[in-house]
């Protein structure tokens, strides 16, 4: 069973960049396909970005595409999620997560494993 640990929150200014990582242990990392949700304050967990187990094809919520780009190395057991130009809508609490299903999915319940997530907080 894969644990996941998410690191590179904090606090940021609206434009600014970020970038989350996700650490992964206790499994075969590349046999996951791995996804990254948020839930925003008072709000349900949404999908964000997801990636193949190869590290190609992702895909990416209408919000965050064009200005994020998820990534993998499948040799240090990492995620990573680039996220730029931030707007305060992106203020969110943002989990790693892991799916033994064939292909990214964009739902919470195509996965199987979560962190317990990094506060990001962008400031206007």
């Known amino acids: 069973q894969v644990q996941l640990v998410e690191s590179g929150g904090g606090l940021v200014q609206a434009g600014a960049s970020l970038s989350l990582s996700c650490a992964a242990s206790g499994g075969t990392f590349s046999s996951y396909v791995m996804g990254w949700f948020r839930q925003p304050p008072g709000k349900e967990r949404e999908f964000v970005a997801s990636?193949?187990?190869?590290?190609?094809?992702?895909l990416y919520a209408d919000s965050v595409k064009g200005r994020s780009l998820i990534s993998r190395d499948n040799v240090n057991n990492t995620m990573l999620l680039q996220m730029n130009s931030l707007d305060p809508e992106d203020t969110a609490v943002y989990y790693c997560?892991?799916?033994?299903?064939?292909?990214?999915?964009?739902?919470?319940?195509?996965?199987?494993?979560w962190g317990r997530g990094t506060q990001v907080t962008v400031s206007s």
């Open positions: 997560a892991a799916s033994v299903g064939r292909r990214p999915g964009d739902r919470t319940i195509d996965y199987n494993y």
């Open positions: 990636i193949s187990r190869m590290g190609i094809d992702p």
